[in-house]
């Protein structure tokens, strides 16, 4: 029989299993202190008198925003109760007139292509270089920005994940002194980093002289799912920005995920701060001993790689199993639930919310696992994606007229929706590419449906002999899959 509740009821199931959240949102299910006394239905309210108005930039919201950009060392602070996608619809809409062209970080996330599908943006794409043995990407260096920008002139602006899902950071002040010298405003998308600015020695993306950035307050803060962050520079009229947030947010924002923000910020400020400085430290010890056993590898700082100090990203790969079994061992054997896992790593998202005793157990699992990784579970080669081929703009494959067709037959049609595998949330294929054998053979491996439809353009397929880079292996078919 039908369940009477089934979203609440499985939530609630789901929460009396006191699993060991190694993912988002960032309280791990633990009510903070300071919450303890709310009930969140009584907190539920309106625009009123008290409680201001957030996309008139009322009192108290205002408030709270700029006590928050004074923490996070930015000049001015918008909440966003419609996650960072929100902010970066509206980052992107502030300083990329439509049609433009703009310099974009090939692995941002999904929101960044929609924004730029949203607003007819033409994107010059930036490829990091892959690292072994995570197979995951390096930091954007000031050196590319700059080739990049005087190959593009007329760029509106430069946008780049910071830190990456993976944790890796990339030299924000090189990269932002590039963009500044060309006048070319710089977008930072470090919906991972909110807790940055609140760890000593590092600062928001705005502190480091991009001209916008926008943070996921729910990831890596004890805040509400949703609740997120939009810094700005000095440069830009606050009502322009809430225009735009407007924009792409609801007219409804969430009192209690605006509240959550505010107290996670005084919370963080105090004995947060302490808390995640704790963290910090057991996750370096936790990575130092997972590489001296030298089986797994965890990604640590050296070699050019900067990392943020919290994230725990370990190529499982390294020791034979790979991240998607890993991921299942530690579910399966230990009720530990990973943020992701991919083909080689895993990774795990740890906050001020987690306690010592969740950080070893975390730790003391990956190492037993690490032992017994004689699982005779298969681990898998590189999870670095085949390169893409744009054929079409953002725009054009989202509107164009298009069908639908089992995956295991796009071969040689473009893409009129992102093939995307969540989390990370970067397109393996965007909206507006040409689908290769490799891309379905890799997104099989990233355990896709190959029997499950996905839309492609009708105008924009390409014949085999019109291809004119690096031609797929064909494994699979190319024919036409049209009904
Ligand atoms: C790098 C990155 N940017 C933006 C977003 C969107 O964030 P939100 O879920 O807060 O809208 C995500 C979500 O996972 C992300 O990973």
């Known amino acids: 029989m039908a369940e009477r509740t089934p979203l609440y009821s499985a939530l609630l199931r789901e929460a009396e299993k006191k699993n060991l959240r190694m993912h988002m949102p960032g309280h791990k299910g633990k009510r903070p202190g300071y919450f303890a006394a709310a009930d969140l239905f009584a907190l539920d309210m309106t625009e009123l008198e008290a409680t201001g108005n957030l996309y008139q930039?009322?009192?108290?919201?205002?408030?709270?925003?700029?006590?928050?950009?004074?923490?996070?060392?930015?000049?001015?602070?918008?909440?966003?109760?419609?996650?960072?996608?929100?902010?970066?619809?509206?980052?992107?809409?502030?300083?990329?007139?439509?049609?433009?062209?703009?310099?974009v970080d090939?692995?941002?996330?999904?929101?960044?292509?929609?924004?730029?599908?949203?607003?007819?943006?033409?994107?010059?794409?930036?490829?990091?270089?892959?690292?072994?043995?995570?197979?995951?990407?390096?930091?954007?260096?000031?050196?590319?920005?700059?080739?990049?920008?005087?190959?593009?002139?007329?760029?509106?602006?430069?946008?780049?994940?910071?830190?990456?899902?993976?944790?890796?950071?990339?030299?924000?002040?090189?990269?932002?002194?590039?963009?500044?010298?060309?006048?070319v405003?710089?977008?930072?998308?470090?919906?991972?980093?909110?807790?940055?600015?609140?760890?000593?020695?590092?600062?928001?993306?705005?502190?480091?002289?991009?001209?916008l950035s926008v943070a996921s307050a729910h990831k890596t803060l004890p805040a509400l799912t949703a609740g997120a962050l939009l810094y700005a520079d000095a440069s830009f009229d606050p009502r322009d920005l809430r225009r735009w947030t407007a924009m792409f947010g609801t007219s409804s924002p969430s009192y209690p995920v605006m509240a959550s923000i505010d107290l996670a910020r005084a919370y963080l400020m105090e004995e947060g701060k302490a808390q995640y400085e704790r963290v910090r430290e057991a996750v370096a010890a936790l990575r130092r001993e997972i590489n001296v056993r030298g089986r797994f590898r965890a990604a640590e700082d050296g070699n050019g790689l900067s990392l943020d100090p919290t994230r725990l990203t370990v190529s499982t790969a390294a020791g034979g199993i790979s991240g998607y079994g890993a991921s299942k061992l530690l579910e399966e054997r230990y009720s530990i639930i990973c943020e992701l896992a991919d083909a080689q790593n895993i990774v795990c998202i740890l906050t001020c919310a987690d306690s010592e005793a969740d950080i070893d157990r975390l730790g003391a699992a990956i190492l037993a696992l690490e032992d017994s990784s004689a699982t005779?579970?298969?681990?898998?080669?590189?999870?670095?994606?085949?390169?893409?081929?744009?054929?079409?703009?953002?725009?054009?494959?989202?509107?164009?007229?298009?069908f639908r067709l089992p995956l295991r037959r796009a071969a040689g049609k473009v893409a009129a929706e992102p093939l995307c595998p969540y989390p990370p949330g970067i397109p393996v294929v965007a909206a507006g590419e040409e689908i290769r054998p490799a891309h379905i053979n890799y997104l099989k491996r990233c355990h896709f449906d190959l029997d499950q439809e996905i839309m492609v353009t009708e105008q924009g397929c390409v014949s085999r002999s019109q291809e004119n880079t690096g031609g797929p292996k064909d494994h699979l078919s190319a024919r036409d899959g049209r009904p």
């Open 106 to 183: 090939r692995g941002c996330h999904l929101s960044v292509f929609f924004a730029m599908a949203h607003l007819d943006l033409r994107p010059v794409y930036l490829y990091r270089r892959h690292l072994e043995p995570w197979g995951i990407t390096g930091p954007v260096t000031s050196d590319l920005v700059e080739k990049l920008l005087s190959k593009t002139p007329d760029a509106s602006a430069v946008i780049l994940t910071s830190p990456t899902y993976y944790g890796v950071i990339s030299d924000l002040s090189s990269v932002a002194a590039a963009t500044a010298k060309r006048r």
């Open 57 to 103: 930039g009322l009192s108290p919201i205002s408030d709270a925003e700029r006590r928050m950009a004074e923490a996070a060392g930015a000049p001015q602070c918008f909440f966003l109760p419609g996650g960072s996608t929100q902010g970066i619809m509206a980052a992107m809409a502030a300083v990329c007139p439509p049609g433009s062209r703009v310099i």
């Open 376 to 402: 005779g579970l298969p681990s898998q080669k590189s999870a670095v994606p085949p390169r893409p081929v744009p054929r079409l703009s953002p725009r054009e494959a989202i509107f164009a007229p298009r």
């Open 185 to 211: 405003p710089l977008i930072v998308d470090e919906a991972h980093g909110a807790h940055l600015p609140f760890l000593n020695g590092y600062r928001s993306a705005v502190g480091h002289g991009a001209a």
